[in-house]
C-alpha cells in the first residue's frame, strides 16, 4: 500500500510490516560484520542409532549471538545472508569450524569412524572453482572426504554448475544429504539430479506421525523411498519415545532430535564422542 501511494520512506514509520522489512535491512547490514565481529559460533547436534542412541555424527548448525538482540535463529539470518551473498563466507567458515572439531575429535578415544554433516546453500555450489575450495578446507585438516556430508534442502531451481560441483565433490568421496526431505515438490527431482546419499526426513512429519495419519504416510513413504534407491534415512526432529518407537517400528535406524540431544556447544558435542552417546537420557529404551 505503501508504495502504490507514492510515499515509501514516510510510509515505512506507520507500518508494521515495513517495521519488520527495516528491522530485516539492519539485520541483514549487521550481518555482513558478523562473522569478523566474532558474533558467529558453531553447535553441533548428535546423530545417532535410533534404536541404541550410539553416536554416529553430527550436524554443525550456525548461530549467531548479536550484542543487542541476543539469538538471532538461523531460519531468519541463513535467508538474509542468502540474499545478501554474505553466505558464501559464513558457509566456507561454518565447514572449517566443523572440519576442525571433526579432526580433533576423530583423534578421541571411540571417535575415530565420526562423521560430520554441514548445511550448504546453493550458492555455495554454483561456482565449481568455489566448491572446490570446500575440499580444500577438509584436506587442511586431514579430513577423509567421505566423512563429510554436505546438506543441501531443496530449492526448485538449481542451476546445472551446481549439479556438476556436488558430481565434483561427491568424486572425490564426499557424500550429501538432502535435508527437510517431503517440504517441496521438488524433492525427487532433486533426488535424481543429485548424488544424494541419504535423506533426512523432515521433523514436521516426525512431529505428526504419532498422531496424523498423512504424516505417518509420508514418513512410511520416505523410507520406502530410502530402501528401494538404497539411501539412509535420518528422522529429524524425534522429541518422544513414542515417535522413536514409532519410526523404529517402520525401519527407520538414525535420528537427531531433543530426545537424543539438542544441537551441543563444542565442549558438550566432545562429552558425547567421550561417552559414544547422545544425550545421557535414553540407555536403549526399547531394547533395541
Ligand atoms: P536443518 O538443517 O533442518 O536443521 C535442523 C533444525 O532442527 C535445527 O534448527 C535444529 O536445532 C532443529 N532441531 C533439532 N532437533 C529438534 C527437535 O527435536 N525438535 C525441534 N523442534 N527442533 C529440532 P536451527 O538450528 O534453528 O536451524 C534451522 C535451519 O537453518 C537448519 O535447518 C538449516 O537449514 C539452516 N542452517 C543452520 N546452520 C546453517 C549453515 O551453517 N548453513 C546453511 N546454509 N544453513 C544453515
Ligand atoms: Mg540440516
Ligand atoms: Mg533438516
Ligand atoms: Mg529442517
Avoid at 527495516?22 to 541483514?28: F, H, W
Avoid at 550410539?54 to 539469538?71: D, Q, T, V
Avoid at 542468502?82 to 583423534?107: K, P, T, Y
Avoid at 580444500?136 to 556438476?164: F, H, K
Amino acid at each position: 500500500a505503501a508504495k502504490a501511494r507514492g510515499s515509501g520512506l514516510i510510509e515505512v514509520f506507520d507500518d508494521d510490516a515495513s517495521h519488520r522489512s527495516l528491522d530485516l535491512l539492519d539485520l541483514r547490514f549487521e550481518l555482513a560484520f558478523a562473522l569478523e565481529r566474532r558474533q558467529l559460533k558453531v553447535q553441533y547436534q548428535p546423530i545417532c542409532d535410533l534404536a541404541t542412541g550410539e553416536l554416529l555424527g553430527f550436524e554443525a548448525l550456525a548461530r549467531w549471538h548479536h550484542p543487542l538482540r541476543g539469538n538471532v535463529p538461523p531460519g531468519v539470518f541463513i535467508p538474509l545472508a542468502e540474499e545478501s551473498g554474505a553466505i558464501l563466507e559464513i558457509g566456507a567458515w561454518v565447514l572449517d569450524q566443523a572440519c576442525a572439531q571433526l579432526a580433533r575429535w576423530q583423534q578421541l578415544p571411540g571417535g575415530a569412524g565420526l562423521r560430520m554433516n554441514v548445511n550448504i546453500s546453493p550458492a555455495q555450489l554454483d561456482d565449481r572453482r568455489r566448491a572446490q575450495q570446500l575440499l580444500g578446507t577438509i584436506a587442511t585438516y586431514g579430513v577423509d572426504p567421505s566423512d563429510v556430508c554436505l546438506e543441501v534442502t531443496e530449492y526448485n531451481y538449481v542451476r546445472a554448475a551446481a549439479t556438476e560441483s556436488a558430481n565434483e565433490l561427491r568424486a572425490a568421496g564426499v557424500r550429501f544429504a538432502l535435508d527437510d526431505f517431503g517440504t517441496s515438490y521438488a524433492s525427487m527431482s532433486r533426488l535424481k539430479l543429485f548424488p544424494i546419499g541419504t535423506i533426512k526426513i523432515d521433523r514436521g512429519f516426525v512431529a505428526g506421525m504419532v498422531t496424523d495419519a498423512v504424516d505417518r504416510s509420508v514418513v512410511v513413504g520416505v523410507l520406502a523411498i530410502g530402501e528401494s534407491l538404497r539411501l539412509s534415512v535420518v528422522a529429524e526432529g524425534v522429541e518422544t519415545v513414542q515417535q522413536q518407537q514409532a519410526l523404529l517400528g517402520l525401519g527407520c535406524r538414525q535420528a537427531q532430535g531433543y530426545l537424543f540431544a539438542p544441537p551441543l556447544d563444542p565442549d558438550g558435542a566432545e562429552q558425547a564422542v567421550l561417552r559414544g552417546r547422545c544425550g545421557a537420557g535414553v540407555a536403549n529404551p526399547v531394547g533395541g
